[in-house]
């Protein structure tokens, strides 16, 4: 590959002037100028976006390492990144290569930031490397931590607590959540029946990834204390819940209200849902916030830790409970 020093050797002058001129930078004669470009035209000179960075020391650039998984919140997310990147003058590279592939490519081009999921974060021994070869500011999101690296969590828990409070704001007392135990969601699910004394029973609490799964919905659905009300954690298993719920002639929300996790709808819903989540534009938005603000900053801490409240939006989806 020709670089800037063949064509310095070539031209008799030394690789700064070369790269003054073919960026069109003073301090180069025009006629040496006209003598460069045309020795590189003659060397089939392609000039790398590395070498042009170099040059420029403007950052411009953020890599978002997104992880393969199927659903609108993702999908969403990164439209909004992406938006807020072209609001703010930047450019975005997408990767969703193994992390440690993306960040090689990333180090590769001079990414100035990047951001990567929770969900990609159990580290190789070749991703930490290239992390320590990474000079920009990187940013942690959706959850967890890692040194030399901002971080924004979420307050999950505390969504499903006032998912929880919301539907008992609506007269329902039996109320059932539909995802995995012992996690946030979970955790904030029962923080908010213990703290209203609502009904509780262990039926009211389906595994999402039971083998036995949708026969304990069913269950559930035609017991004689069925809820009244269902949270459920993500919208992947949405879609095989609504079609089970339909087959039992279960009707939303005349018979059932539902909240979902994350605030995105869903265009097979007949519908508008009622949400619980972190605000996809806020979360956009304090993401390029600390990453920007973070490469300016010249006190405080070094790095930023930040957790984003979830938000509750009553939509169609809940009614107050009608005594049936």
Partial sequence: MITIKDIAKAAGVTYVTVSRALNDEPGVGEQTRQKIKAIA???NYVPSLAAKKLVQRQPNTIG???????????????????????????????????????LRTFNHYF?????????????????????????????????W??????SITIDRAGGFRDAVHHLAGLGHKRIAFVGMPDLD?????MQGMAELKLDFSPEYV?????PSFEQKLSDMMCSADKPTALI?????????????LKKLNVRIPEDLSLVVYDDTQLQFFDIPLTTVGPSIP????????????????EDGPRWIEEEIKSKLTPRSSTIPYTGR
């Fill in 145 to 150: 931590k890692t040194d030399k690296a901002h």
């Fill in 111 to 143: 990414v100035d930031y990047v951001i990567f999921w929770r969900q990609l974060f159990n580290p190789t021994l070749e991703f930490l490397q290239e992390k320590e070869k990474f000079r920009g500011e990187m940013l942690l999101i959706g959850g």
């Fill in 185 to 189: 969601k979970h955790n904030g699910y």
């Fill in 41 to 43: 035209e003659k060397m």
């Fill in 64 to 102: 978002l390492i997104w992880p393969q998984i199927k659903g609108m919140f993702f999908y969403d997310l990164s439209f909004e990144l992406q938006q807020e990147a072209s609001r703010r003058g930047l450019q975005v590279i997408l990767s969703m290569a193994k992390p440690e592939e993306a």
């Fill in 206 to 210: 389906v595994v999402s990834d039971d």
């Fill in 282 to 297: 806020e979360l956009a938005a304090r993401s390029f916030d600390i990453l920007t603000g973070a490469a300016n900053r």
């Fill in 232 to 244: 459920v954690d993500c919208h992947g298993i949405l879609h095989e819940i609504t079609g089970k």
